[in-house]
């Protein structure tokens, strides 16, 4: 895919927008001064590329590769949203070469100078402290591929991108090159270009033991008729519907790159009064933005009493369950018709149906007039 990002001087990818499809040192002399600001966005549809906070290719970096989408991005993000200590602004832009991103990444990190305690990786880490290796980071072997370096946890904070090599800390190297500060590192991404073609899946495998369950009962009908009178009322039996929509959604690691329009038959997990389970298979939608997804739709019916006795109220209250399922799952998928050469994609489910519908009748006598 031919290399393009968009940037749009408003949120959500609206306004007026402008292409580029190669480097720019000054984005403000290319005409798009709006996105100086916080209100802008941009949507990368082919190649690697960084924004820099300043002209020239100088200042905060931030890395977008192929897919990756963005509103209002703030170069040195931290984890409080009103300690934001760089600039929101984009003041120039760099593509970088396809070759540097094609291998699969692995990457190992120093306590010291390429010496004493390390910790090699080959997928995304979110927080090194839960590898008790945040806090005294000094260098970095890159074996393959290319990393995101970030300042904070959960990929936020300042950016630097290291790409196949050796790097110290206090090199005294920009951040686009691999410069970082001495155990300044919580976390790490890794940049894959997937070659062109269709991604298909292959399978899918949920972790039901990591899975998370939410059952919440409430009433969806209420009905009640009093009979004060000494003759049994008759009621026209009637029928009242309830109507719930069971939804999915798969949402993606940070570092996948899963099309939007990725369809595959596939069993959906749900939640039910006896556990988890998976219903048959079904073409669904599973692409990185297709977002909430509706499985089916379901309808239950409650009635209303058809005789009131006399000198009573009767009641009528249904209740229904609804249950909300989070559950991690793994996905092997290939390129067009080869099946032979696979890659792993991981990433977590969501799942919210409804069941259990029940229905309670009650009666209760009135004191008869003397």
């Known amino acids: 895919m031919e290399p393009k990002i968009t940037f749009y001087v408003l949120r959500d990818f609206k306004g007026r927008s402008k292409d580029f499809t190669k480097s720019c040192p000054d984005l403000l002399d290319a005409g798009i001064d709006d996105i100086t600001t916080c209100g802008w966005s941009v949507k990368c549809t082919g190649g690697v590329w960084i924004l820099y906070s300043e002209k020239d290719y100088k200042g905060y970096i931030f ?18 949203p009103s300690d934001h200590f760089a600039t929101c602004g984009a003041l120039s832009l ?37 590898y008790n290796f945040d806090k005294q980071m000094s260098s970095i072997e890159v074996q393959s591929g290319a ?21 110290k800390m206090s090199d005294g190297l920009p951040r686009d090159n691999g410069g970082f500060c001495n155990d300044s590192l919580y976390s790490f991404s890794k ?4 070659p062109a073609g269709k991604i298909k899946l292959k399978s899918i ?8 369950i939410q059952n919440t009962s409430s009433t969806v009908f209420s009905w009640a008729q009093e009979n004060n009178t000494s003759v ?7 029928d009242v519907p309830t109507e719930r929509d069971d939804t999915y959604e798969f949402r993606w690691d940070k ?20 556990g988890v389970s998976l219903s048959p298979q079904m073409l669904v939608s599973m692409g990185r933005t297709a977002g909430t997804q509706k499985s089916k739709t379901d309808k239950w019916f409650g009635e209303y009493f058809s005789k009131i006795p006399r000198y009573s109220t009767v009641t009528v209250t249904s209740t229904l369950t609804e249950g909300k399922t989070n559950m991690p799952f793994t996905a092997i998928l290939y390129y067009g018709d080869d099946t032979e050469h696979t890659f792993v994609e991981k990433g977590v489910f969501y799942g919210c149906n409804f069941f259990d519908f029940h229905t309670e009748f009650n009666e209760t006598k009135l004191p008869k007039p003397t």
């Open 63 to 80: 890395v977008v590769d192929d897919g990756d989408q963005h509103n209002s991005i703030l170069f040195g993000e931290t984890h409080n």
């Open 94 to 130: 760099k593509l970088l070469d396809y070759k540097d991103f094609t291998e699969e990444p692995k990457c190992t990190v120093y306590q010291d100078c390429f010496s004493g305690q390390s910790l090699t990786f080959t997928d995304d880490v979110q927080n090194l402290e839960l």
């Open 147 to 167: 990393w995101v370096g970030y300042t904070a946890p959960v990929y936020k904070g300042e950016q630097t991108l290291f790409r196949k090599g050796f790097y």
């Open 191 to 194: 940049i894959v270009l997937k």
């Open 205 to 212: 495998d949920y972790d039901l033991k990591k899975s998370k």
């Open 232 to 238: 049994e009322q008759t009621l026209t039996k009637t």
């Open 255 to 274: 570092a996948s790159k899963i099309p939007a329009t990725l369809k595959a038959n596939v069993s959906i997990p749900c939640n039910g009064s006896a």
